[in-house]
């Protein structure tokens, strides 16, 4: 199934982890509904921007996958509202950038980046009260506010 374009829902609900442990990951239609959403309003407009093919390394994750991973079975990705990429040959920080410039979103997190084409992006979107917060993500520090502060 075709969320968009460029983007379908077996890519948005794939997960090693749920294949190893044979957990299930099909997200309700309310949650594809969000999916759709997300790929429209966040990766296809990143899609076409940079004219780079991309896949989502997790997107969409079941109560049961969020547990076994260790996630929270409240977060947006069990929502359907999240995604975490990359693009090819595109920083991670100049990705972010582009997005807070040019996108409506609910929380956009660079995390574990350390230069160049380390970490990954989390963007999500939201149907109706979007909070454009932007966050930055390590290990050493956890969570704060803005792009690398």
């Known amino acids: ?49 940079f004219s780079i093919p991309f896949t989502p390394s997790s997107g969409y994750r079941s109560a049961e996958l969020c547990v076994a991973i260790g996630s929270s079975v409240s977060s947006q990705h069990a929502k359907g509202e999240a995604a ?14 582009w997005i807070i410039n040019n996108l409506d979103f609910d929380q956009l997190i660079l995390e574990c980046y350390t230069g160049g084409n380390t970490g990954w992006v989390h963007c999500s979107y939201k149907p109706e009260g979007n909070r454009k917060e932007v966050l930055t993500y390590d290990k050493e520090n956890g969570y704060r506010k803005g792009l690398l502060t």
């Open 1 to 49: 199934m075709k969320l968009s374009e460029h983007f379908s829902l077996e890519e948005m609900t794939k997960s090693q982890t749920a294949l190893r442990r044979n957990l299930p990951n099909q997200p309700s239609e309310a949650q594809t509904e969000a999916l759709v959403l997300l790929c429209e309003n966040v990766l296809e407009p990143v899609r076409s921007h």
């Open 84 to 97: 975490d990429f990359e693009v090819p040959s595109i920083s991670n920080l100049e990705l972010c950038t």
